[in-house]
């Protein structure tokens, strides 16, 4: 379902914004300045960034943005490219707060976003609401891009049944211990909201904007999402098949 954006208020516990990148570098540094200041109203945050092993001057920029941004900015590195999935394992690992949030390093996702979907997570009541994961309406990529993500969306919620409307959207916000409790797979940031509702967690989406690319280019094709994505859906099926929710209560001592 689509939330209504509430009016941000100050976040109840500190943020970790975690930011993969692979060459991106003619993007990283104005999306980390743009980042930094969205999150200014807030007291406690971090944005850590995960160079997952970049060939370009990706790392050169980071150097650039630690200086200027100080310590509420963590770069860590990967030796060897590891994909995108194992890149947010790292951040999230590494993040120092509960709550996390998370960016796709090209500049398509506005960081303005932030706040209101972290405010709609925290709102809800009584940490109903497990993930917000964004909703890029308004695509502002091309014909081929927009057509191929529709249609692996409707086919994956038919068949995981996640009522999510735009998995792909690299905006989501959530809590680091659901994360830590979810299976991990190389691509499992693709189905995020099917794993989390597998753990029993509430997913909404919002309705976040979306930016044309104006630096650097797509990792992805449509091949390389394309087969490896069918192949995932079948693992995330079997794990849904053989997962069951387990509810507890404490037992007091007599």
């Not at 570098?25 to 970049?54: N, Q, Y």
């Not at 951040?91 to 932030?114: E, H, M, R, S, V």
């Not at 038919?158 to 792909?168: A, C, P, V």
Request: proline share 5%; glycine share 8%; charged share 30%.
């Amino acid at each position: 379902m689509n939330a209504t954006a509430p009016v941000v208020t100050a976040p109840a516990s500190g943020v970790t914004v975690v930011i993969p990148v692979y060459d991106e570098e003619e993007a990283i540094g104005e999306l980390l300045t743009e980042t930094f200041a969205a999150l200014a109203p807030m007291r406690d945050f971090e944005v850590v960034v995960v160079d997952d092993g970049s060939a370009d001057d990706t790392p050169a920029v980071l150097a650039q943005a630690r200086r200027q941004h100080g310590e509420r900015l963590r770069v860590l590195r990967h030796r060897v490219r590891s994909g995108q999935s194992a890149a947010m394992r790292t951040g999230i690992a590494a993040a120092t707060y509960p709550w996390i949030a998370t960016l796709d390093g090209d500049g398509q996702n506005d960081p303005a976003d932030i706040p209101p979907l972290l405010a709609a997570l925290q709102q809800s009541t009584n940490h109903e609401v497990a993930m917000v994961c964004g909703h890029r309406r308004r695509r502002r990529d091309n014909w081929l891009k927009r057509t191929s993500s529709r249609i692996a969306n409707g086919v994956r919620r038919r068949l995981l049944r996640d009522d999510t409307l735009d998995t792909g959207c690299g905006l989501k916000v959530f809590r680091r211990d659901l994360f830590q409790r979810l299976p991990w797979f190389d691509h499992m940031h693709r189905f995020l909201p099917a794993l989390a509702r597998r753990e029993g967690a509430r997913v909404v989406s919002m309705d976040v904007r979306h930016r044309p690319r104006t630096r650097g280019r797509s990792k992805y094709g449509v091949h390389n999402r394309l087969w490896v994505g069918i192949v995932d859906m079948i693992g995330v099926m079997w794990l849904q098949r053989r997962g069951k929710v387990v509810v507890s209560d404490e037992m007091e001592n007599r």
